[in-house]
């Protein structure tokens, strides 16, 4: 059974570039959802996808945007690039019928300069 | 809404002490409650999860955790601590499989004593 992996695992950009961070879900795993951490805190909600359409989202601007495949692997794409994203973001993956808990990656560390 | 409180931003305790990380929850409905470990430059590990079955849940690496309805409360206890241990733990709220993802607590930073 293979865990939830994230790409790539750092990333810099420049203040006002778009960025896409990667996500493979566990296996059979058919909801996935995204978490910003910022250093020294807990992760936030961003949002969460769930058989490809968006069914939940935390309290970030619409240029935070996702997308989940039929393979159900995600993206996140944020548009703009602000100092205040930098942050570890954070996948997770679950199977929602179960309620069974969420498996997180590793995540992606990203750092706008 | 939902919310999570966790007590004690900082907990340091002897290696082989007990350990108690505090928890308290808000939710207006019946809430599914986990605890995730993090070790340095690592993802979030589940440690064990309470979905309304045993108040009393049992988790890996010898945690476990009590719901107690009445003080709203979720604390995590260890018998015995050990340097493994060391991390940041975090008390988290779901509204059981639903749209509004996981609500975090601040954390608490564990710290294991030789």
């Known amino acids: 059974e293979t865990g939830v992996t994230q790409s790539p695992t750092h990333l810099i950009k420049t203040r006002g570039q778009q960025v896409t961070l990667r996500c493979s879900s566990q296996?059979?795993?058919?909801?996935v959802s995204w978490y910003q951490q910022a250093l020294g805190q807990g992760p936030q909600f961003i949002f969460q996808?769930?058989?490809?359409?968006?069914?939940g989202r935390g309290n970030f601007p619409p240029r935070f945007s996702g997308l989940q495949f039929p393979n159900y692997s995600s993206e996140l794409n944020v548009n703009a690039l602000e100092l205040d994203d930098s942050a570890l973001y954070l996948c997770?993956?679950?199977?929602?019928?179960?309620?069974?808990?969420?498996?997180f990656g590793s995540g992606t560390r990203l750092t706008v300069v | 809404a939902q919310s999570v409180t966790q007590l004690d931003s900082h907990v340091s305790v002897s290696e082989g002490t007990p350990v108690l990380l505090r928890c308290n929850y808000s939710?207006?409905?019946?809430?599914?409650l986990f605890w995730y470990v993090q070790h340095p430059n690592k993802g979030l590990q589940l440690l064990l999860k309470?979905?309304?079955?045993?108040?009393l849940v049992k988790g890996i690496n010898g945690f476990e955790a009590e719901f107690k309805k009445s003080e709203t409360s979720f604390h995590l206890t260890k018998p015995s601590a050990h340097m493994s241990d060391a991390a940041e733990y975090f008390c988290?709220?779901?509204?059981?499989?639903?749209?509004?993802?996981?609500?975090f607590g601040k954390g608490t930073h564990l710290i294991i004593q030789p």
């Open positions: 997770a993956s679950s199977w929602v019928e179960s309620n069974y808990g969420y498996t």
């Open positions: 296996s059979g795993h058919n909801t």
């Open positions: 996808y769930y058989r490809e359409e968006e069914n």
């Open positions: 939710s207006s409905y019946s809430p599914s």
């Open positions: 309470y979905t309304s079955a045993a108040t």
């Open positions: 988290v709220v779901s509204r059981g499989g639903g749209a509004d993802g996981l609500t």
